[in-house]
Every structure is written in C-alpha cells, then in structure tokens.
C-alpha cells in the first residue's frame, strides 16, 4: 500500500464534509476516511470499522491482491469473506460460511476456522476491535447501507393498489397469463420466488404457482357448480406447478422477461417427476417410480447445489377436484417436497419421499456442523407439526447437483417442544411406529399420522421456516389457530443445541406475537436479508380482512422486524397488498437492491366476474403477479 494515494485516484469527500448529510447526499463513487484497527497482523488488508460502530461497504478490488471479498453490516460485529491464510486465528472466531475459490456454497458452517483447509475463503464474525487513526480511504457506505430495511413505515391500507414506501417503486416482471417464450404462459397464483444466478440485474427466477381456487371462473370459467369439464381441468393443471423464466433489469431500470432464453419453461400438472428416497416403488404409493405432476406448490427453497425446492401443500381438494374416473389421480403422489434444476431445461424434477409426505409449506436447507444436510418444514394447518430432515451422507461440494442423492436417504424427525426433542419417524428407531405401520415408505406416506403417534408437538399452522444468516437459530411462522383463540398468531425462534442443526435437542422462545400491539397479524412467509433484519408476509384469510378481529391490520402487508438491537422484534410495514390479495415469496437479488415479491389472489372474494372486488394490476380482472421492489 506504500505510495497508494487515493484522492489521486477516486472521488474524494473531504474531512470537513464527513457530516451525516454530506454523506448522504455525495455520490456512491467518493470515498471517505475512517478510524480503526485492523484485526490482522498486516494493517492493509482490508478491515475497516466506521467509528459508529456500523460496517458495510465494498473495497476498491485494485487496493488488494484478492478479489474473494464479500462485506455486510450486522449490529456492532464485523463479516468479511477472508483468505483463510491471510486471517488472523483467534479462539473466539467462528466461520460463518467456507468458500472454495470458485466461490462455491458454503461447506461446513459454524466450524473453527482452523478445522478448514488452506485454500478456502472464509466469512468469519468477531467483537468489534478498539479503533485507532488510519490514513486508508473507504468507500461512502453512508449512502450504500440505504438498503430496504432502511425505510419510512407505511400505514395499514384498505385501497386496491400495491403501497411500497417513500422512495420506492416496483416493476410487474411476470404476470397470469404473460407469453415467456418457447410457446408458454406465465401461470396462475404465484407464490414461492427463487433468483439463480450472481448478477443482480440479470438472473433465472423460479416461481411457484399455487391453485386455482374461487377465481377459476377467470382461468378455466369454471363458476363453482357442478363438475368440471374435462377442458376445464386440462386447463387449471396447466396453471399450476412453477414457471423458470429468464429476467433482466433494462437499462431504464425495469424488470422483464427476456422471451427467447432457453431457460424458460413450465412444470405443471401434467409433468412427468420421478421419485425418490424409501416410498419410490413401494405399496405405499402403489408401485409408482414416476408420478405425473406437481400442484398445491406453496413456497420453498433453494438447495446448496443450486437447484429449487417447491412444497406441495393443500393438494387434497385440487386432487379431488380434478380426478375423474376416466383419468383417476393418486392422492399418494403428491404433498411432497419437489426439487427442480431451473438452469437445465432437460433435466427431471424429482419428489424426495425421505422429507415426508404432507402440507409441506417450504423447505429450508443448511448443513450440520459434520456436514450431513438438514431440511427444515412445517405443515399448514391447524394442530400441525413442525419437521426437520437429516441426511445420512454428508455435503460435497465438488460434486455439484450430485448432492441431490442426500435428500434420498436420511432420518425425517417431528419436534416434540414440550421436552425440546427431535424424535425419529424411522421404524427402526421409534418402536411405538411399529405398531401401526410395517415399513418405512408406510410412514412416510402417512407422515401426519406417524408424528402424532410418535408423540410429536401439534401446532399453530406451522407455515414458512428460515434460517439465520448470522446466528444458525432457526424461525418458525404459526399463523393462527382460530380453534384455540389464537388470532393473531406469532413467530417461534429455535435454537438447536451447541448451535447445530442435526442435533436431536432444542430451546425456543417466542420471537414475537401478532396483534394490534405489533401491527401485524397471521404470519406466513419469511426471509431474511444480510443484515439479518427478518421480513414476513401475513396471510389473514381474504373473507377475514377489515373485518372482526382482524379490522385494524387492513389489507395483508409485508413487515421488516429486526432480530437484534434496540428495536429487536419489533415490525415495521414495508408494503400493503391489493385487495384481498396476499403477499407471498420474498427474495432479494444479489446486492440487495431488489426484492422480487408475488402478489397472489387479488380479488379472490369475486363472485361476479363482471365486477370484481380487485381491479389490480391493469384495471380490468385481477391478475396475480410477481414484481422486483427497488429504490427510486
């Protein structure tokens, strides 16, 4: 760094203009100078720390030999992506994440940094070290942290429009109906969102699209009476399953599909998938080694291999509705977890039977401190429970999609959380399953009536779980349980003991409860940014809004609640959705400029197609969409 002078070559904010105004008026490209002590042996490498105490920002690559650098902002710690020969080992470091230089998922989280090999790049936290004068120049970070959980709250809505805060806009990116290229339409009720891909401006989105329901009078022009006709039916299956289409943000800054990539494509109804794990063949699913379709698609996740997880959830009533007895469906192949590849059109989905057959909301995947992957999920309806999958293989990262193969044999486990226990729903390891069943595939199956039996916790609609970026505690969104006088619902924090997700014992507490005194009411999807602020959409049903219990809240929203600091659980609204429309599928892009969101069921009341209760988005019929949320 001898002879660096960087008011020579980048756009230098003066000292006497470090004000917080000046900083947030200067442009993103001017750097400013900043106190602190670098935690390693060589004081130029790249670890500054604000005297505030906040830490975000992105160093000039040309200062440094590496370009493996990544940097995020969490309360009064530091993150940073570090050759692992390069940091310092002290006995209070953890790693977070462990990268090979081809920037590959993470390896073995919260593991020693000196369990790792030489070669790979690590993101590690630490306390906040004392300070001291550096003539290093750091980026504006003052402007750059203007990310989206710095916002001014909006106020419950009853109108018929998406509201984003001050500042904000969206862009509609798909919507029911739209043309994606290769001769197929974008389908209906999206849900779950997925980005694949490091550009934040160009990338593959995965979307679930969910059911029909009330408004297939719009769909199919089925009104509710009577049996559907067989048009009808071939019509609502192919509105259903996922849609991967090709986005880019144009240089206008708007978001749309690029039609003629040949990444678009549809999952249906109609597709063939093959199964997986210890039902594939069996009785229990009545010899089936391929089944045909995915519906009910709720929400999901994303594998360490880069490939999708999509939940089926309420398949009971769509299976019924559509199954006729000149083309009968089997009710057993479906309320499984699907995984699909959106960057090979070719490839096959699967459904992985080890993780259970149930109202699968979504799936949530990390590794446990040996490696062997867990999958988190919760089943969506009331007296439910809470499930985690833990493979008998362990995570290699080398092998790419390979990985796939461990979510066919592990131990699925029901949370008990009167004793904080994960108990087995293996036959071999839980006796009392024996009694009822007389082969694994069996249970699996019939997973809702093995929890019970096994002992396991009923819920209160156990729907979205996500993971922590930062601490690995594990958050479980119960919606409601209307049964109980449970309303409002809350958001469960688990905590796996010695911090490790294939642990058999946990602790929980209630993170935070819905109600007038929070603002929100009947939480359902969750996602976290980097910060490790948590965002949740609610899901007050559409003929229960502004009505009862449930006047205050409005229109169905999206909150940001911190999970640390001052303001720790505390919700902030971010966005009100249309009219009896549900917001659903939070995921940011890379950088996290965008959040990609999907409005579901506008209008889902109507009862005339003639007069809906939801004009949203064109003005005319109410047509579910997804949008990209950005700054102005």
């Not at 109108?159 to 919507?175: E, H, K, N």
């Not at 980097?530 to 003929?543: E, H, K, R």
Request: proline share 7%.
């Amino acid at each position: 760094m001898s002879g660096y002078n960087p008011e020579e070559q980048y756009n230098y904010l003066p000292p006497e203009r470090q004000n917080k105004q000046d900083k947030l008026q200067a442009s993103e490209d001017q750097y400013i100078q900043y106190d602190y002590q670098p935690p390693y042996s060589q004081s130029n490498y790249p670890h500054p720390v604000q005297p505030n105490n906040h830490f975000s920002h992105q160093q000039p690559i040309n200062q440094f030999n590496q370009s493996y650098y990544l940097s995020q902002n969490q309360n009064n710690q530091l993150y940073n992506q570090q050759p692992y020969d390069q940091s310092i080992q002290t006995s209070d470091q953890l790693t977070l994440e462990a990268y090979s230089r081809a920037n590959q998922p993470p390896v073995q989280p919260y593991s020693p940094i000196n369990q790792l090999p030489a070669d790979q790049f690590i993101r590690t936290f630490y306390q906040q070290p004392e300070y001291r004068q550096s003539n290093y120049m750091y980026p504006n970070v003052e402007r750059q942290r203007q990310r989206f959980h710095q916002f001014r709250a909006i106020r419950p809505s009853t109108r018929d429009q998406l509201i984003v805060p001050q500042g904000f806009q969206y862009d509609i990116v798909a919507t029911w109906g739209e043309d994606i290229g290769n001769g197929e339409k974008f389908g209906f009720n999206n849900d779950f969102t997925c980005y694949f891909g490091n550009n934040p401006n160009e990338g593959v989105l995965w979307v679930n699209h969910e059911y029909i329901g009330n408004l297939g009078m719009y769909v199919s022009g089925y009104m509710g009476e009577g049996q559907r006709t067989a048009e009808q039916i071939r019509i609502e299956k192919y509105n259903v399953g996922g849609s991967v289409i090709y986005i880019r943000k144009t240089d206008k800054g708007k978001w749309s599909i690029v039609r003629d990539s040949r990444y678009n494509r549809r999952i249906t109804a109609n597709t063939p998938i093959n199964l997986t794990g210890p039902a594939r063949g069996s009785e229990a699913v009545n010899g089936a080694t391929q089944v045909i379709g995915t519906l009910a698609n709720c929400s999901g996740g994303k594998t360490l291999w880069n490939t999708a997880l999509s939940g089926e959830e309420n398949y009971e009533g769509t299976v019924k509705n559509w199954s006729t007895p000149e083309n009968p469906m089997d009710i057993t192949h479906y309320g499984w977890i699907v995984e699909i590849d959106p960057l090979d059109p070719k490839s096959t989905p699967k459904k992985h039977t080890a993780l259970g057959r149930f109202a699968h909301e979504n799936a949530a995947m990390t590794v446990g401190k040996s490696g062997r992957v867990v999958v988190y999920s919760g089943d969506d309806a009331n007296d439910q429970c809470v499930y985690k999958f833990v493979s008998d293989g362990t995570y290699q990262r080398d092998t790419g999609k390979q990985n796939s193969q461990l979510l066919e044999k592990g131990t699925l486990y029901v949370a008990d959380f009167g004793s904080g226990r994960w108990i087995p729903l293996d036959i071999e390891k839980t006796p009392a399953l024996r009694e009822k069943y007389s082969s694994q595939a069996e249970i699996l199956v019939n997973t809702r009536d093995a929890a019970k039996l096994a002992k396991g916790t009923p819920m209160d609609r156990p729907e979205d779980i996500e993971i922590h970026p930062v601490d690995g505690s594990v958050f479980i969104a119960l919606t409601n349980n209307t049964k109980h006088g449970n309303y409002y619902g809350q958001i469960v924090r688990l905590v796996e003991d010695n911090n490790n997700h294939e642990s058999t014992t946990f602790v929980y507490e209630i993170f935070a409860s819905g109600g007038p005194q929070s603002g929100f009411a009947c939480p359902d999807n969750l996602a976290f940014d980097t910060a490790g602020n948590l965002w949740v959409t609610t899901d007050i049903s559409s003929d229960k809004l502004n009505t009862g219990a449930y006047k205050p809240f409005g229109n169905n929203g999206l909150f940001m609640i911190p999970t640390s600091g001052a303001n720790r659980g505390k919700a902030t609204q971010f966005a009100s959705a249309p009219v009896q429309a549900e917001l659903t599928g939070p995921w940011f892009a890379p950088g996290e400029q965008t959040l990609f969101l999907s409005v579901q069921h506008p209008g889902e009341e109507t009862e005339d197609p003639r007069n809906p209760t939801s004009r949203w988005p064109r003005g005319d019929i109410p047509r579910p969409s997804v949008v990209a949320i950005s700054r102005k």
